[in-house]
Structures are given as structure tokens and as C-alpha cells.
């Protein structure tokens, strides 16, 4: 009888040793098939990323993060434009005055954009002037539903410039090559390098709403917030680390992307944080994390002084606009 018993008994045990081990392999045959995620925009990522401030080579994982955070960003913005638009005139096509109507209550950035508007027709003109080539910038252009912009006027841009004095300080740490490798990285953008190729990886990962009309312009603008949104996520890392690294602050203390104190334009703690003998400490996961906190945190804040309101335009902090 006993011996019968104990027959039983490691039976149950084999069989449950048995579905405890397929269960496990289940599990570890799941995570197997799992696919990875596989970054669409890694070197142009990570070049911006270097030109704002980041270590020369930035890290794998910071750049794949900002990259979730740069689509989430642009097809909830595509969304929200396309609705302006069907407010506005009735039809899901947007155009650059509607991203501009977004971006209305930040008039510094709005002409941020104008201004970079600009510059490009004005330098695509130029090219096909001196090569005799047909004029490229035609594909952009939508003359049927073209909308001449509201035209904003200058002021100072706090941001641009403390974004400018970062890399004159930076560029004074780097030798010749160093130099040469950095300028690279700051002229990095998503539409003079490969722009038709730049175009079609940015309209498949943003995927927009099945019937929505989205022009070449609307994917040159797109380009352009893409790249304000790394770099402004990089501003925001970077006083991030400057407030837990060289001063106590408290929880709730409210950082802007281009900083809250003049004083700090002269010793420039972004270029000196993290760049002595042992090297350039590279933006980590969670320096962006709490970045998009505080973003996230100051946007959503419901009273105070520097409380914002969230309109029906808007359904998330854009770091762009």
C-alpha cells in the first residue's frame, strides 16, 4: 500500500513538474517570438540627438525611446490638424495654416517655423537657379488649396539661443575632426538628406486616417516638427539633469525648455555637466522619462501660476508647438 501511494504520488508530481515546465517554455517560446523593435530613424536620430547636446554616440535604447515618442507625438498631431481642418473648411486635407493655427498660442515657435519655411523654398530657388534644374520644390506645392500664411512677427528666441550658445561651448571642447563630425551631425535634418526616401518612411510610420489628403508640404512641415521634437526632448533631458545633479529642487519644481535663469547663459552647465576626464555621459532612458514627466506634469497642470488650458485641439503636450 505504501509503495502504491508513493507510485501516486510521483505521478502527480512528474505530471505536475511536467505542465510547470511546458508553461515555463510556453513563456520563454513567447518572449523568443516576440519581435524586437527595429528603429526606422536610428543615424538620424542620433545625429540630431548629438548636435543638441547629446554624447557622439548616443545610447541604442535613448535612441529607439525618443523615436516611440516622436510617433506617438506626430499621429496624434496629424490627427488634430486634420481635424482643424474639417472645422475649418469642410475637408480633411491640411494645410501649413493649420498647423499654424495649432501652434497659435507659442507665437516664438510659429515663426520658428515660418522662418524655416523660407529658408528652404528659398534655397531649393537657389539650387535650381545655379544648376538650370526644373524647379524641385514644386512637388511641395499645392496651388489649388494654397493659403497664404498669417505672417508672425519676430521676437527673441530664448530657446534658439540658448540651443546655439550649447554648441558654440561645445565646439570649443572638440578638436579638428571632432569638429568636423559634429558640424555633420548638427546639419542633419528630415528633408535635405534623401528627402523622397525620409518622406515615405515618415508617412508608413505615421499612417495616417484612411480619406485624409496629406500634401509633400504637409510632410516637409511634419519633418521639421519631428526635429524640434528631438531637440526640445533633449532640452528637457539635459535641465533635467542639471536640477538633480547641481541643485535641490523640489518635485514639483517647473522646467522649460530653454531654462529659467540668464545666469546660467554664462557658465553654460549643460556643456560642463558630464564632460571632464572621464568623458561625455550620454542622455539616459530615464533622464527622458522624467523629462516627458515634467513636460507631461506642466502641461496638465490644473491651477497655479503657470497654469495652461487645455483646449478641444489638443489632446496631448506636444513638445513641438
Known sequence: MASGGGKKQSNRNSTS?????????STAQEKQEKPEYVPQFMQEISDIMRGYGDCEQPLAESVILVEKIVIEQM????????????????KPQPTQ????????????????????????DFKR????MISGRPMTYAEDFDEENFEEPEEVAERYDEEKVRRLFRADRISLTLN???????????????????????????KNLINPPTGAVISGHVYTI???????????????AILTRLDSSNRSVEPYHRISASGTSYAMMHACPEVTQGRGEDGIKPITVQEIQEAMRRHTMNYERPIGLHRNIIDRYSSMPYLAI
Open 75 to 90: 499621429r496624434s498631431m496629424l490627427i488634430d490638424v486634420i481635424n482643424v481642418a474639417i472645422e475649418r473648411k469642410g
Open 176 to 202: 579638428g575632426q571632432q569638429y568636423a563630425e559634429y558640424n555633420e551631425a548638427r546639419r542633419t535634418s528630415f528633408h535635405c538628406r534623401n528627402s523622397a526616401t525620409i518622406k515615405t518612411k515618415l
Open 125 to 128: 530657388r537657389y539650387q535650381d
Open 17 to 25: 513538474n511536467a505542465t510547470t515546465g511546458g508553461a515555463v517554455n
Open 97 to 120: 495654416k493649420d498647423f499654424e493655427f495649432m501652434m497659435r498660442k507659442h507665437p516664438t515657435k510659429l515663426f520658428r517655423l515660418q522662418k524655416h519655411l523660407k529658408d528652404l
Open 222 to 236: 511634419l519633418g521639421y516638427l519631428v526635429h524640434e521634437t528631438i531637440a526640445t526632448l533633449v532640452d528637457y
